[in-house]
């Protein structure tokens, strides 16, 4: 089974703290993204990567930037959180699309929390 | 614009009966993939079925079914035998042949009452 897993599950920072959500996937999967949910607005991507060191920007970028040095690790990093980007985050991967029927595998999702 | 409309934000439906949860997509490529995906209140998302723009049978998988119209880019979830445990959120998504991403629509939050 694949297995994507996601370091923290619940968080809380303050303001203006520097915060770092990891995400490492067991598939060798080429693709990974960050995901954001919000209730009525769905998942929006905010980057997602097809490759080492290779990153595309989603939806929503703004507040963040991501890290990808190795191809099971993506990391997405908020510089200086704001009480806005309080919500759920969704770390996903997948093949690379040779085929539209593979499936992207989520893990269980961060809820942070800015105070 | 948006490309995944799911236009019932929340749905009810009794327990063993029948409920079709909608799902509408945009797309101009002729080759593309359609999903959906459950996620319950842990919030874990879980991959349900899947349907391929030119897989001429509708998808189905247990008491999952897709009903797939091509014209109407339409691409309705359709869960046979509710059971109290298929309460949670359900996201349709599409995958499109020139994209990595998968895009996902705003979700329906189906109840299944006893």
């Known amino acids: 089974d694949v297995k994507v897993t996601q370091s923290s599950r619940y968080l809380v920072k303050r303001t203006g703290e520097k915060v770092f959500l990891e995400c490492v996937q067991d598939?060798?999967?080429?693709?990974m993204f960050w995901y954001r949910q919000d209730p009525g607005l769905g998942l929006r991507l905010i980057y997602f990567s097809y490759d080492v060191k290779m990153k595309e920007k989603g939806d929503i970028p703004e507040g963040y930037s991501v890290s990808r040095e190795k191809k099971e690790r993506f990391s997405l990093i908020l510089e200086s959180a704001s009480t806005n980007q309080t919500s759920m985050y969704l770390c996903a991967s997948s093949l690379s699309g040779q085929s539209h029927g593979d499936t992207i595998y989520f893990g269980e999702g961060s809820w942070l929390t800015v105070v | 614009a948006q490309k995944i409309t799911q236009t019932q934000p929340g749905m009810f439906v009794q327990e063993k009966e029948a409920v079709t949860l909608d799902c509408t997509y945009d797309t101009s490529d002729q080759s593309y993939g359609l999903f959906w995906y459950k996620q319950p209140s842990s919030g874990e998302m879980i991959f349900l079925i899947y349907q391929g723009s030119y897989d001429e049978q509708n998808a189905t998988e247990g008491r999952y079914s897709l009903n797939f119209q091509k014209a109407r880019k339409s691409a309705n979830l359709v869960i046979s035998a509710s059971q109290l445990g298929d309460s949670a959120m359900y996201f349709c998504?599409?995958?499109?042949?020139?994209?990595?991403?998968?895009?996902f629509g705003p979700g329906t939050r189906l109840s299944v009452l006893p």
């Open positions: 998504a599409m995958r499109e042949w020139r994209g990595q991403n998968f895009v």
């Open positions: 598939m060798d999967h080429e693709n």
